[in-house]
């Protein structure tokens, strides 16, 4: 057997080539949803090469080539795309690289123009925001959003806190990859074991980083801005509000609260319920009865007036269930 090593380290005799279509085509049919559909193959040739000529051809040689700048290159560790992008996807690992590149040196801070950024990666910026929120959940970006003091508050571009330390996989997204990947992975940390002798390397603990991004949003301090609406906006905003809710009322809902108010109307005047049961309906969800009042002053009334009398209503025509709410809908 030869010596001579082919161009994938082995022994064995390969053939290189590619394939092009010759423009002919080969009329045939396939079967879609139980029909024979016409359709045109592309006839193919097959062009070998010499190994030598594979060997001594380089893309190097052409164009204008950049030369090395120290402090130009953003390095990112295979295990990221080996494990990492299964779980960020190619556009993830991107722009995890987009705002890596800005982070040079010991810095782990970058406040990149994300338009820009979208515009490198052929992205629409909500395309981008997206894979930031995916960043954001596996834990390699948190951003915060910026306002200069001295510019009368004025919003900036946000700030970014960027992971450079690639972390191991935790044992549970481990087990979320393909078996293949799995495989490949064990294989990855018994060669890392033989080659940095630490005995102690294993799958990273599962982290949560909502708990960790709650912690420190528990050191931050709270501002609420006060929300003025006019007369119309607040109508408005009411009619949306009643809407929604009433698209959440089912055939059971209405049967079940007509039962109620049937029961109600035998139990109190008519003035008191046209004043304060008139225009009411209700919910069930998970047992738990909310009903809806046109107004603040009619929950509260309710509340404290009726809350006996509407439970044991409730209970002549529902014995199945587990408490009352009494809300608004203004």
Known sequence: MSDKKNLKGGSSKLLYYRSRPTG?????????????IPYYEEELERIYFKEEDVQKFSLDRHGQNIPYVDGHLTII?????????????????ALFGHLLRYCYGTKDICWPNLELIALKMNKSRNTVKKYLGILEEYGFVYHFNVQNADKNN??????????????????????QM??????????????????????????????NYND?????????????????????????????????????????????????IEEI???????SFDTWFKGTFAIKRDGLYTIYAPHQHVTEWLESRYYDLITDALHTVDTNFTGIRIESTS
């Open 24 to 36: 002919n085509r080969t009329p045939k049919t396939k079967i879609a949803h139980g029909k024979q």
């Open 77 to 93: 560790n295979n295990y990221m795309f080996d494990y990492w992008s299964h779980f960020l996807s190619a556009e993830g690992i």
């Open 154 to 175: 004025t919003d900036e571009s946000p700030l970014f806190k960027v992971r450079k330390k690639v972390p191991f996989l935790s044992h549970e997204l481990y087990e």
């Open 178 to 207: 393909p078996l293949v990947l799995q495989v490949d992975h064990d294989r990855y940390i018994s060669h890392l074991l033989e080659t940095c002798e630490k005995e102690d390397l294993e799958l990273d603990t599962s982290v």
């Open 212 to 260: 960790l991004y709650n912690e420190l949003i528990d050191k931050g301090r709270i501002q609420r801005k006060p929300q003025q609406l006019s007369l119309f906006e607040a109508e408005k905003q009411m009619q949306i509000k009643k809407q929604l809710l009433h698209q959440d009322v089912t055939d059971v809902d209405k049967q079940l609260w007509s039962a109620f």
């Open 265 to 271: 109307k035998n139990k109190i005047s008519k003035p």
